[in-house]
């Protein structure tokens, strides 16, 4: 078991650019989700997932954000056009069906936009 | 919407004592779990313990335990015998059983002093 795989890990771009983190979730979990950590705000939920279906995405934060889960192994989050404000780690964790199941993080992508 | 409060962002404590991080939640539904996460330097998200709320008996993981006060919403974390690999950021966080939805607290940086 490889864990949740993100890529890239680091990314460095400049304002107006489109970014696109990915994410490979554990085989067999149902569920996805994608997270953005800051100092300010702590881990915040952007949207989740089940069985690739998007059901909560509230926390997304204004239309240059999307993400897609167009199969169960694969999920992307774009941001189109990012900002400096956007500058944060992302990571996406995975869980088998089930509130009470454990979720699985990947390492995160550390995003800084210039 | 449910939310998580940890008011302490950082807590101290010297190697072999025992610590207690807060948190409390707000919550309508009866049926929820909640965790404490551990997250060190090197960034990856470690599940530390799980709580269902149905359950009134808290739960422990050798040096963890929780105190779990339902009524008033509270969910604490002690550490006993602190060891210095505790440093790190502690997050609470809250499974709704029916949306399936997991939303984490801002975090308590926990600094262990030899």
């Known amino acids: 078991d490889a864990g949740v795989i993100q890529s890239p890990r680091h990314e460095v771009t400049e304002m107006g650019q489109e970014v696109t983190l990915r994410c490979k979730p554990i085989s067999g979990h149902n569920s996805l989700f994608w997270y953005r950590q800051t100092m300010m705000r702590g881990l915040e939920l952007l949207i989740y997932f089940n069985n690739n279906v998007p059901i909560d995405d509230s926390g997304m934060p204004e239309d240059r954000f999307s993400a897609k889960m167009p199969n169960a192994s694969f999920s992307t989050l774009k941001i189109q056009p990012s900002e400096p404000r956007d500058s944060a780690v992302y990571f996406c964790?995975?869980?088998?069906?089930?509130?009470?199941?454990?979720?699985?993080f990947g390492s995160g992508t550390q995003l800084s936009v210039l | 919407a449910q939310t998580v409060t940890q008011s302490q962002p950082e807590m101290s404590v010297q190697e072999a004592e025992t610590v207690t991080l807060s948190c409390t939640y707000d919550?309508?539904?009866?049926?929820?779990?909640l965790f404490w996460y551990k997250q060190p330097p090197s960034r990856q998200m470690i599940l530390v313990i799980r709580q269902e709320a149905y359950k009134q008996q808290n739960a422990t993981e050798n040096r963890f335990s929780v105190n779990f006060q339902k009524a008033a919403k509270s969910f604490s974390l002690k550490i006993s015998d602190s060891q210095l690999g505790d440093a790190a950021m502690y997050f609470c966080a809250y499974g709704s059983g029916g949306s399936e939805k997991l939303v984490f607290g801002k975090g308590t940086k926990l600094t262990v002093n030899p």
């Open positions: 964790a995975s869980r088998a069906q089930g509130a009470g199941e454990k979720l699985f």
């Open positions: 919550t309508s539904e009866s049926d929820y779990y």
